[in-house]
């Protein structure tokens, strides 16, 4: 009987599909691993390349090439990729549009190059699609055609999906959500919505952002997870009971299967890096005192404005604390400069290390490393709790704004920052105070326990008691 049933199992080949970029590429590759080592299961993971906007500096290097991964564990991963179509080509994009619909249009239009993939021969056969929930509209359709069953994969929290939920279902008004957007400063700490089921307060803080491209995202994002939820056999989502436990509680009338934290423990990391990482920073670390270092970045695509930028130059040196800080050549809005000014940098005096990319899994995982100056985004955020990093927050897109909340409010791991209601900008003394806060005093002291604690409930998620183990179980039998 147990050798029938492994024989069942053993035709499981998923085809993975992730949004190309660096935050959905490295989430969805942990979750093929994880189900590459349940037994028979093969994966072939697609990258999208030729790609636009933030995606347009990603490529394929060597550890990215076409074909198999030797990897970790002998796992069964095959990699291929697939061109993605040039949005300016795509008649139907509205004038003016911005580069997220540009980007997401582009991505609309990838079902035949899927399809191609489908129809090249296998070993085993395809019996199965994972893809990313914004890929929902040219994957699924591709599934149904070919008479596959798709997983879709969520690398936001479940809080997100609840509050796009809610909207959806009209609980709150959609053109609430705008007009509170648009009068957000003087709205800001207002309370938006309570007593929603599962979810905090919500304040207008808390609501997902993006300048012009807001109405799009609420919009559209939350129509695609509509399609989601209402046609995939089954939705895995990069969270865990621990830190969601409310949300994760709410039946929203779908299997919702909590699949989280994916990351990976460092000796079993394969590499999902779209850009070249510089572990020359690691040495730097290891010259480094205990917790001493303020770990800065962005994540792949959030930007900061040039006085911002100027305000953390002038607050890191005040602070006079270490710094490691990712440099992307795209980090600096409207800057005259792409590389990181060397007059600047020599007043550091060498407290500094300044750099494009790094390993950041890596990094967090270093004992030097105090705390981490993040954008909040979903990925870096389970990052750090799960090498027990204390956070810094400074969101700018989207969920960030929701991510920040439950950092600082819900979990006790991080810190904000007060905006200076006249520039709009968080001033140089707010930055110095808030650093020197997290690595000087007793408050960052406890701030270091709790995420501590939250280390070992991550590493209990895989455990064969713990959520996550029990979850992947279940999808691998959703697929039977
Ligand atoms: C975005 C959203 O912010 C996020 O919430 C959503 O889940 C995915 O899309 P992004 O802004 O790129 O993602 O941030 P994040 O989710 O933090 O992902 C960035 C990834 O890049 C992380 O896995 C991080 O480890 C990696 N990274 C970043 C590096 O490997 N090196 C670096 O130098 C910087």
């Excluded at 074909?67 to 564990?73: Q, W």
């Excluded at 990699?79 to 911005?98: I, Q, W």
């Excluded at 090249?120 to 199965?128: A, S, W």
Aim: charged share 20%; hydrophobic share 40%.
């Amino acid at each position: 009987m147990a050798s029938e049933a492994a024989a069942r199992r053993r035709r499981h080949h998923a085809l993975a599909v992730p949004l190309p970029g660096q935050g959905h590429v490295n989430p969805l590759m942990r979750f093929c691993k994880k189900l590459a080592e349940q037994e028979g299961f093969t994966i072939t993971f697609v990258h999208i390349t030729g790609a636009y906007f933030n995606f347009q500096r990603q490529e394929l290097d060597g550890k990215q090439k076409d074909g198999e991964d030797e990897g970790v564990m002998r796992l069964d991963i095959r990699r291929t990729h697939v061109d993605m179509p040039d949005p300016s080509e795509l008649g139907s994009l509205d004038v003016g549009a911005g580069p997220i619909q540009c980007g997401f249009a582009a991505l609309g239009s990838i079902s035949p190059q899927i399809e191609q993939l489908l129809l090249q021969p296998h070993d085993p056969p395809i019996t199965c699609l994972i893809s990313d929930v914004f890929l929902t509209g040219p994957t699924q359709s591709v599934a149904d055609k070919f008479n596959l069953p798709r997983i879709a994969f969520y690398t936001c929290s479940q809080s997100l999906l609840l509050l796009a939920n809610y909207i959806r279902e009209g609980v709150m008004s959609l053109e609430d959500v705008l007009k509170a957007l648009e009068a957000r400063e003087r709205l800001k700490d207002n309370i938006f919505k309570e007593g929603l089921p599962g979810l905090p307060t919500i304040k207008v803080c808390d609501l997902m952002e993006h300048f012009q491209e807001n109405r799009f995202l609420y919009t559209n994002g939350f129509q695609v997870m509509q399609e989601t939820t209402s046609k995939a056999r089954a939705i895995a989502i990069n969270t865990f009971t621990e830190i969601e436990e409310d949300a994760l509680q709410v039946d929203t009338g779908i299997p919702i299967y909590a699949i989280g934290p994916l990351v990976e423990p460092l000796e079993n990391e394969l590499n999902t890096s779209l850009l070249k990482e510089d572990e020359a920073c690691m040495v730097w670390l290891d010259s480094q005192p205990c917790s001493s270092v303020l770990f800065v970045s962005f994540g792949s695509f959030a930007p900061v404005s040039l006085p911002q930028f100027e305000e953390f130059i002038a607050g890191f040196l005040s602070s006079k604390q270490r710094i490691l800080w990712v440099f992307r050549p795209n980090l600096v809005k409207d800057a005259p400069f792409t590389t990181f000014p060397e007059e600047v940098l020599s007043k550091f005096h060498g407290r500094a290390y300044v750099t494009n990319w790094v390993p950041q899994v890596k990094v967090l995982s270093h004992p030097s490393v105090g705390g981490f100056l993040t954008h909040c985004g979903w990925n870096s955020t389970l990052e750090a709790i799960s090498h027990g990093v204390p956070m810094l927050c400074f969101p700018y897109i989207g969920d960030q704004f929701l991510n920040a909340k439950f950092i600082i409010e819900e979990w006790k791991v991080g810190l904000g920052f007060k905006e200076n209601k006249e520039s709009g900008l968080i001033g140089r003394e707010e930055i110095t105070r808030v650093i020197q806060t997290l690595l000087e005093t007793e408050e960052g002291e406890c701030l270091h326990h709790k995420a501590d604690s939250f280390r070992n409930a991550c590493a209990r998620s895989y455990l064969p008691t713990g959520g996550a183990f029990n979850n992947i179980q279940a999808i691998v039998s959703a697929l039977e």
